[in-house]
């Protein structure tokens, strides 16, 4: 089963507040991801990481950035809210070792900016 | 431009009958492909996935077919249950780790008592 675990589960904020989304696994995957997806639309991949001190950015830009410090931990920061910024974003990780591996999502963290 | 295309939105069946789910494609370089199954309020967990170097897989009541030539792939879920009620989503990779995943908008499904 997977252990990856996101907070808040729900974050309801103001335009202009800094917010960071915590993301962590407990199953020592290398790489790590965070999507972006609202209602009726496709995953978007806006970060991802190969492991510690690795960071890239996605197919969707984001003004969000990310850091890699820790194996089991991949926090994602907006430095201001903005309501484009209103989304679902989506933690993963995966294990690199085998050859198309597939993804753990956490529970997600449902971001409301007024 | 959309590479992986989920074009029904929404799917309604009956209890114990049979759920198809389709998927489309434009990349001809993808070779793998994989299903996620998400409820509300959570993150997709993996359901089932196929190689392109075969045209059918499955596990117990998920079958996945591909069709290459076609470039369209479905998920057969036999028999429905309630609890399949989900947004189901495609998605494709390219030769290499996931970070090329290509997902579609998703199917919602809804089994009926």
């Known amino acids: 089963e997977a252990d990856i675990y996101q907070t808040p589960r729900y974050l309801v904020i103001g335009t202009g507040k800094k917010i960071t989304l915590e993301c962590s696994q407990t199953m020592g995957h290398d790489k790590m991801y965070w999507y972006q997806q609202d209602p009726g639309m496709e995953l978007h991949l806006i970060h991802y990481?190969?492991?510690?001190?690795?960071?890239e950015k996605g197919d969707l830009s984001s003004e969000s950035t990310v850091s890699r410090i820790r194996t089991e931990h991949f926090p994602l920061t907006l430095e201001s809210a903005r309501p484009s910024h209103t989304s679902q974003y989506l933690c993963?990780?995966?294990?690199?070792?085998?050859?198309?591996?597939?993804?753990?999502f956490g529970s997600g963290t449902q971001l409301s900016v007024l | 431009d959309q590479q992986v295309k989920q074009n029904s939105p929404s799917l309604s069946v009956q209890e114990g009958r049979i759920s198809i789910l389709n998927c489309d494609y434009t990349n001809s370089m993808f070779d793998y492909f994989l299903w996620y199954k998400k409820y509300p309020a959570e993150g997709p967990t993996f359901l089932i996935s196929i190689s392109s170097i075969k045209d059918k897989n499955e596990d117990g009541r998920f079958t996945v077919f591909l069709n290459k030539s076609a470039k369209h792939l479905s998920l057969h879920i036999v028999p429905s249950q309630p609890g399949d009620s989900a947004v189901y989503f495609c998605a494709a990779n390219l030769q290499g780790g996931s970070e090329k995943l290509v997902f579609g908008k998703g199917t919602k499904l809804t089994v009926n008592p």
């Open positions: 990481s190969y492991g510690v001190n690795s960071t």
């Open positions: 993963a990780s995966s294990d690199a070792r085998i050859l198309n591996e597939k993804l753990f």
